[in-house]
């Protein structure tokens, strides 16, 4: 594998408890008593929906979580049986072109995950099901599910429902009609991953929440229609950032798309927001775009699983993911 040396960003989106896939420190953890959630909705400003709370504010140890099987005959990345993360080195991998084939596939086969995954949005569904099948589907492809034991992640996908900004465990909720449910599907594939996300629409979702999905859609088609090589990785954040700004959005900076290859997670970081980083695109770089919008604030809430984040004030989130492929004359989807 070719290498491009590049400084580490002065603010890495990741913890230093080792928890989070690509968090920034200032996640903060609920401090009020959780609101008990039952079958009524919500009515507020941000529209008519079920806000999820956690069940409880006493710590949570995910790893003692049961997990599905993996067949011996299924390929592990490194961290699968240690629960150890990505190793974050401070370079930018170049996929070489006798990888790029590899690459390709194990992000066709996230797609193909993904659209399983939404033929599933039905109301009384549990996301733990999805989890399930989704789990099945990609070990039957001969692929494992890279969130499973990464940094002890106990789940195959992540689902995160309506206030939940992302790495929602998949659990025994059903979906109610009018949810909005983000997917988010990583398979490891002959030595390389495919990262992709969507969020979904649930029975009868209100206005509110299909312009905020529409939006954040758009703000993810944008921001792929200006890449290509030398681009800087901030117009990703501008371009993002204006459109979500102008539909009265805000942009959460919880969270970035990061580098994606043989390492489940590696530089560049890809900030979403407005941001002035260093980094030029280049051929054969690999990343993942995934902005998050918000209806209200953009902070975040870590749940006291170390997992779950929520937003701040209730209001819904949603988000959409592709994954990148920079070339010589401009970008190539490895997810679409």
Known sequence: MLRVKLILPNRCYFNNRGRSFHARTTIQSPRRSPI?????????RWGTFQRIMPASLASIDVKSMPRRAIPSSIVKPYYADDGSSSKWESIVPVISSDAIPFLKQAGQLAREILEIGREMCQPGITTDRIDEVLHEKIVEKGAYPSPLNYSGFPKSVCTSVNNIIAH?????????????INIDVTVFLNGYHGDTSATFLVGNVDDLGRDLVRRTEECLEKALAICGPGVALSEIGSVISDHAEAAGYSVSEELSGHGIGEEFHCLPLIYH????EDGIMTPGMTFTIEPVLCQGSPMGVMWPDNWTISTVDGARS???????????????LLTK
Request: aromatic residues 4%; without cysteine; negative net charge.
């Open 36 to 44: 008990q959630v039952n079958a009524a909705h919500n009515n507020n």
């Open 168 to 180: 929602g465990i998949p659990d025994n909720r059903e979906l109610q009609d009018g949810d909005i």
């Open 273 to 276: 927001h407005r941001n002035f």
């Open 318 to 332: 949603a988000q959409f993911e592709h994954m990148v492929l920079v070339t010589d004359n401009g970008i190539e």
